[in-house]
């Protein structure tokens, strides 16, 4: 069982930044690759960004790349999203997900509200 808390989210005007933070409490957590999702009103869920169980290998969706940054911390479990530039088309919920033997697991998400 992989619990998965996200926390950041809020309010921002465009060309704000924000950071998302997911903590996974557990032993497990070094040991996996972790991922960014987010799901817009009347939308499909999205992956955004991508980030390898050591950090060397990340991955971007295409509209977030050089606005974006994965990076992780194993040492306090803890995946982060860095978000700088932010235009209105990012407003979403934003979610943690990790994969363990095919087992998919999402946190609860957090609200990212870009305004003009």
């Known amino acids: 069982q992989l619990q998965l808390v996200e926390s950041g989210g809020g309010l921002v005007h465009t060309g704000g930044s924000l950071r998302l933070s997911c903590a996974a409490p557990?032993?497990?957590?070094?040991?996996?690759?972790m991922n960014w999702f987010r799901q817009a009103p009347g939308k499909g869920r999205e992956v955004v960004a991508s980030?390898?169980?050591?950090?060397?290998?990340?991955g971007y969706a295409d509209s977030e790349k050089g606005r974006f940054t994965i990076s992780r911390d194993n040492d306090k479990n803890t995946v982060y999203l860095q978000m700088n530039s932010l235009k209105a088309e990012d407003t979403a919920v934003y979610y943690c997900?990790?994969?363990?033997?095919?087992?998919?697991?999402w946190g609860q998400g957090t609200q990212v509200t870009v305004s003009s």
């Open positions: 557990g032993r497990t957590f070094s040991s996996l690759a």
């Open positions: 980030i390898s169980w050591g950090g060397g290998s990340t």
């Open positions: 997900h990790a994969r363990i033997r095919g087992v998919e697991y």
